[in-house]
């Protein structure tokens, strides 16, 4: 088998497609020989790992045979796609949050109990206590996992100060569905259908004063700080103190008056302004779709740390920063919640457009996240 392993090592840099590798993956699963396609993956990484910038065809070969595995159902699968994970050459975050999520898209929870036993890294068993959870899984009763998911010892983890239950606002969340050769998620951008909120030109606009922080710019950026560090995207977020409460009908005007990038140029009719009330869970799901599935460019932080920034920006917009989840939802559910869009140069409007405002409780502090990106 070594030698067959090292031929096909060897030659990989060579091949015009690929395909014959996946099939002789694809054939060795079949027969149950599933140490083959970790080994062949782990040899694949101590050669090529270091050099997969320019060379394409490990790139898609090792995915493939994690995928592989990871998708496959059965034990001895999820053991070998561990394997190949904790391997020297292969070991690495990013590769650890990846591979919890596949595992939990395709694996029931009782064969996954063997992440929590074996040779994981803590990070993939942090990531996958969270994948789980996204998926309703109840890991605080699941055996084999329930024990190292309720265990103080990882508290000082980041995942660590997200609840192991999914809350309202979470709902049911759009998570990504995987195969061996690829996958696909949804992208439940832009304002929900016919909650336009009707702008009334006599209606009073208080006088504002800024408030916007680095620490409330960056926090309230996190669920789409992937899109500017790894494609082409742009943010603006920026928070405002009213100097009286803003009325409902007044937040498109306001949105106007207040001197934002993404709106230079609108609320004209050739570039009008969209806003829509919404609730925050459709603010939530926006924000997790965009910090769990990334940009133009790039597959963002999958599920587990998608739902850490999806919360962090929504404390930002709430103005609760720092607070646990539970303390976050119930500040956002008292807040006004708003949608918008324009037709603006800023704007990229071909896939990747999120405008999201919040209007606190007293409706003295509005707080606004726009985000866009193109490929």
């Not at 002789?24 to 062949?40: K, N, P, Y």
């Not at 996204?134 to 990882?154: C, F, K, M, N, Q």
């Not at 100097?243 to 207040?258: C, F, G, Q, Y």
């Not at 008292?334 to 999201?356: H, N, Q, S």
Request: aromatic fraction near 8%; hydrophobic fraction near 45%.
């Amino acid at each position: 088998m070594a030698d067959r392993i090292q031929k096909i090592v060897t030659k990989l840099p060579d091949l015009k497609s690929v395909t014959d590798v996946w099939k002789t993956a694809d054939r060795s699963l079949e027969r149950g020989d599933a140490a083959f396609v970790a080994d062949l993956a782990i040899a694949l990484a101590g050669a090529y790992a270091t050099d997969a910038g320019r060379t394409w065809q490990y790139r898609s070969v090792f995915d493939y045979l994690l995928r592989l595995l990871a998708t496959t159902p059965g034990p001895n699968n999820v053991a070998q796609a561990l394997r190949l994970v904790s391997s020297t050459e292969a070991a690495d975050r990013k590769l650890d949050c990846y591979t919890a999520s596949l595992l939990a898209s395709s694996q029931p929870a009782e064969e996954l109990a063997v992440v929590f036993s074996g040779h994981a890294t803590e990070e993939l068993r942090a990531c996958l206590v969270h994948e789980l959870v996204l998926r309703g899984v109840d890991v605080t009763e699941s055996p084999g996992i329930a024990g190292w998911a309720t265990s103080p010892h990882w508290r000082h983890h980041p995942l660590g100060r997200l609840p192991l239950a999914l809350s309202e606002v979470e709902g049911e969340p759009d998570l990504p569905s995987y195969s061996a050769r690829g996958g696909s998620h949804s992208m439940p951008y832009g304002p929900p259908a016919n909650r336009e909120v009707r702008s009334d030109a006599r209606a009073h606009v208080p006088p504002v004063e800024e408030a916007t922080t680095e620490a409330f710019a960056k926090g309230t950026s996190a669920a789409v700080t992937n899109w500017a560090e790894e494609s082409n995207g742009r943010i603006e977020a920026r928070v405002f103190d009213l100097a009286a409460p803003l009325a409902a009908e007044s937040v498109p005007s306001m949105l106007l008056a207040l001197g934002l990038k993404c709106l230079e140029g609108a609320g004209t009719k050739k570039t009008a302004l969209s806003v829509a009330a919404c609730p925050p869970e459709h603010a939530w799901r926006v924000l997790f779709a965009a910090a769990s599935t990334g940009g133009a460019y790039n597959s963002g932080a999958r599920g587990a740390y998608g739902r850490l920034a999806a919360w962090q920006s929504m404390a930002g917009l709430s103005g609760t920063q720092g607070s646990l989840a539970e303390e976050v939802e119930a500040r956002a559910r008292a807040c006004a919640w708003y949608a918008f869009g324009a037709d603006t140069k800023w704007f990229e409007r071909v896939a990747w457009d999120i405008g999201l405002v919040a209007v606190s409780p007293e409706r003295r502090r509005l707080a606004m996240l726009a985000a866009t990106d193109t490929d």
